[in-house]
């Protein structure tokens, strides 16, 4: 024990034969406190007549800098301190891939056993601990990913058989065969896509603080992947920049628009041009199957408040709650929630269809074929003085639970994919 620890112990006993005496303790108990503090000042004196030779060792600080503070709204997942680290990490790595020599070092002592290696011919993959991550984030901001369900792909084509047929019942009669029947597939077809992002990082930024830097690099690229991904799932025209089709034009897009099983037209003659009346929406609910017990409603925030809140506002007495829990971030309508999906159609005009309700874990496959691959530029943004990171990825999609098309109103048959769509005129 030092001298500072032993003057610390002997202040601690006065300190409490100081509050017995004030506030009559034992008298005995109080003198016995004096004599034990009388013994450290006696000990503190020796030790500085012989000197205190060697300095007591001292646990060695591990040197924490992502401690230190960090960003404000940290998209990270975890504590505050956990949540600068995975940045610290992301910055770290950024900046190693910049040829950061300090930075390098670091990321081989502390992401040793998943950064060797990682150089591709297309860039630099991400370290598994800080992929996770980008994945929690892409997850976070991205609809499509909480919803649908996933596939991962081991090649770029991946066929997943879909049921389309049960087997038949049938009664013989006696002494005669029973007629058989098959269960029939088809094939989900998914086909890798490769999306890429491109990224403006100032050059102060990386340099001046290594949190912010991660924190920013992550979760631009993050919601970047995960905005376009919704983008070509819930996209209701033909996209020749992904070639493939999102789910409101792969159901509207079937046949003749009346003939189509899961889509529902909207009256025409509202107070709203194009927009739905609330029997529209009850249609919309009772085409919807059985078999899609996760259905949620998906829409464009403005289409919500501009188009289905108003017929809310002009219900009366019970009405209202009958539809409950209407409004707010997170509304309901007829029992199933909302979920706003800024991608999609925003605007009411004709022919167009621009709301959905549907179970995606049943009606659609999403392919996952390749986590991030990330390289950087400083070339890109010279004149800026800024660096280029550039991020791609490889999915695949395909919405194909859509219902028949039949010109026979009896024969249509609509899929978990329900589609709502604003007529000719």
């Known amino acids: 024990m030092n001298l500072t620890q032993l003057q610390n112990q002997k202040e601690s006993v006065l300190a409490t034969a ?103 011919a297309g860039g630099f993959t991400v370290p598994d601990p800080l992929s996770s991550e980008l994945i929690y984030l892409r997850e976070q901001f991205g609809i499509a990913r909480q919803n649908c369900r996933i596939y991962p792909m081991s090649s770029d084509v991946l066929n997943v058989p879909n049921a389309t047929a049960s087997t038949t019942v049938y009664y013989p009669g006696e002494n005669t065969a029973i007629t058989a029947s098959d269960l029939t597939f088809a094939q989900v077809n998914l086909v890798a896509k490769k999306p890429s992002v491109l990224t403006q990082v100032s050059k102060e930024l990386a340099e001046d603080s290594i949190i912010d830097f991660g924190a920013t690099l992550a979760r631009d690229m993050a919601y970047a992947l995960a905005k376009e991904e919704d983008r070509v799932v819930f ?11 999102g789910i409101l034009y792969a159901v509207y897009n079937l046949g003749t628009v009346a003939n189509i099983a899961s889509l529902q037209i909207f009256t025409t003659g509202q107070t709203i041009t194009y927009a739905p009346t609330l029997a529209n929406l009850k249609g919309m609910v009772a085409k919807l199957p059985t078999y899609a017990p996760n259905a949620k409603w998906f829409m464009h925030k403005e289409i919500w408040y501009n188009a289905i809140a108003p017929l809310l506002d002009a219900l009366g007495g019970n009405a209202i709650s ?83 098309v039949s010109a026979t109103a009896s024969l249509r048959v609509p899929g978990s994919l329900i589609v709502g769509a604003s007529a000719a005129t």
């Not at 680290?85 to 040829?99: D, E, L, N, P, V």
């Open 18 to 120: 100081r509050e017995l005496a004030s506030g009559n303790g034992d008298l005995a108990q109080v003198k016995s406190l004096m004599a034990e503090a009388k013994g450290i000042e006696e000990r503190i004196e020796t030790i500085k007549a012989l000197g205190q030779g060697h300095p007591v060792a001292t646990e060695a600080q591990v040197d924490q800098p992502w401690k230190s503070g960090g960003v404000g709204r940290n998209p990270l997942s975890g504590t505050r301190d956990e949540a600068n680290y995975k940045a610290y990490c992301w910055g770290q790595w950024g900046r190693s891939i910049m040829g950061n020599r300090k930075a390098a070092e670091w990321v081989k002592n502390n992401l040793k056993a998943q950064s060797e290696g990682t150089t591709t």
């Open 235 to 245: 996209n209701n025209a033909v996209d020749s920049t992904s070639g493939l089709d």
């Open 322 to 404: 009958d539809i409950a829990n209407a409004y707010g971030p997170t509304p309901m309508l007829y029992g199933y929630p909302v979920v706003f999906v800024q991608n999609m159609q925003k605007t009411l005009v004709a022919s167009k269809p621009y709301i959905l309700l549907g179970d995606l874990s049943v009606g659609t496959a999403f392919g996952d074929r390749r986590t991030v691959t990330i390289e950087v530029s400083d070339q890109r943004y010279f004149v800026e003085d800024a660096l280029a990171f550039k991020a791609t990825e490889r999915f695949a999609f395909s919405a194909f639970d859509v219902g028949n």
